[in-house]
């Protein structure tokens, strides 16, 4: 936001996972003394707690698990602001265009687009779940990524909407700062499609209203979806290619591709810039899937 100049809406307002259940309320509790191993504050919360914190869970809600630290982002004004800022320190960036094909010489990769032809020292495959459509000389594999389709809901909330995240076993309500609520997501393997659904509408909206029952009267706003990159293993793909190190991989994060862009961007740089490849990338290696 400083380098871009542009607001971005981004809130440390804590998060709140539920349940109804007695062995995912056991769940819960193992995953906050992990947390507290780790240094992360996290409490586990019975049922009239719960209400206290957020009162306007069903009844049905037997605890849930309250991180403070936790917080969300606006990924689409994030995703602008990026844009701008890296513009601003000299990146070039080609929009609209499709990559086809890389290739290599003895001193560069040429990174064939449906537009022109551009020559660097190295290439990050960064396309999400295109990125498999990417022709590489040399490599016979392609990363395993595929799309799995996510519908969200927005809702013009009537009244104090929810305080802060909130999860249920089937959907999450993220309240912003204007005064919606959104709801998300499914979870679909539909291929390419981008189509809101029926079917995807209903169930969220449904589940929206048996976790949080003030839902009813919201008004309704509009749906969007988004593609997943997704790897059959739903760990993301980060690191140098073993065939060929002068090609870089930054794809399949699967649902956490915000959460885990800083993280990525930082081990890439590192790996590319100054060598440095940090252990953490062995689990993520592309080396798993032949690459």
Not at 184 to 208: H, K, P, Q, W
Not at 235 to 263: D, K
Request: net charge neutral.
């Amino acid at each position: 936001s400083t380098d871009s100049g542009l607001p971005v809406e981004y809130r440390r307002t804590g998060t709140l996972e539920t349940t109804g259940g007695v062995v995912e309320l056991s769940r819960l509790e193992r995953t906050a003394e992990v947390l507290a191993s780790r240094g992360v504050a996290a409490v586990l919360l019975d049922g009239p707690a719960l209400r206290a914190e957020e009162p306007q869970l069903a009844e049905d809600v037997l605890g849930g698990l309250l991180i403070p630290s936790h917080g969300f982002v606006a990924a689409a004004d994030l995703t602008r602001a990026l844009v701008v800022a890296a513009r601003r320190r000299g990146a070039r960036i080609a929009d609209p265009c499709r990559v086809r094909r890389i290739g290599f010489t003895k001193s560069h990769v040429l990174v064939e687009t449906d537009r022109d032809t551009h020559r660097a020292h190295a290439v990050v495959i960064a396309a999400g779940c295109w990125s498999a459509a990417i022709d590489i000389d040399g490599l016979t594999s392609r990363v395993p990524v595929r799309p799995v389709r996510g519908q969200l809901l927005q809702l013009a909330w009537d009244g104090p909407a929810p305080r802060r995240v909130t999860w249920g076993a089937r959907c999450y309500l993220v309240p912003w700062e204007d005064g919606t609520v959104l709801v998300g997501a499914t979870v679909e393997e539909a291929g390419f499609d981008e189509r809101a659904t029926v079917a995807g509408v209903r169930d969220l909206l449904d589940a929206a209203c048996d976790l949080v029952p003030r839902s009813w009267t919201a008004a309704f706003r509009g749906a969007r979806v988004g593609l997943r990159p997704a790897t059959p293993d739903e760990l993301p793909v980060i690191g140098p290619s073993h065939v060929n190190p002068r090609v870089m991989y930054a794809t399949g994060h699967y649902r956490n591709g915000v959460l885990l862009a800083p993280l990525t961007a930082q081990l890439v740089a590192d790996a590319m810039l100054v060598n440095r490849i940090d252990p953490l990338l062995e689990t993520v290696s592309p080396a798993r899937f032949g690459l």
